[in-house]
């Protein structure tokens, strides 16, 4: 019993030591954290593609052609995956900050919820969640 008290004060002792670290070198700038990118409305228009031949097409005059774009539909935990094609409109809504830009994309056949932005501003991301936004489970489209 001794043995387990000094195990679990020196575990202790060392997780609360690895988090000052850790929040030292954030506040050192020793590390960088993550932020999404700051895009704008013109960052957007162009083809955005998942890398299995499906596309997102954002034309400057707030229309948007989809091919393939995957709708991931959850009910009683049964994913169903639907492949959506057709033309549009898209609206981009800069929210408070980099956290809460949105992408709401419009189609007649699909209903997508609003498109997060992420990736880094060299190489953005719009992606979705598939299921628990705690999975982690992404889909994602990449600027081509």
Known sequence: MRRLRAVAGWGALFVIGVGALGGAALQLNL???YRPPTL???A?????SDNEGATLRFTADGRVTATGVKEHRVENFNTT?????GEGTWAFDEGENSWNQEVRV???DCAWPAWNI???QERPALYQYIGDPDSWGLYKLRKT
Request: glycine residues 14%; aromatic residues 4%; positive net charge.
């Open 118 to 120: 992420g990736g880094t």
């Open 106 to 108: 419009t189609l007649p």
């Open 31 to 33: 590390l960088k954290a």
């Open 44 to 48: 957007l228009v162009g083809t955005w």
């Open 81 to 85: 995956v639907k492949a959506c094609t």
């Open 40 to 42: 704008s409305p013109a």
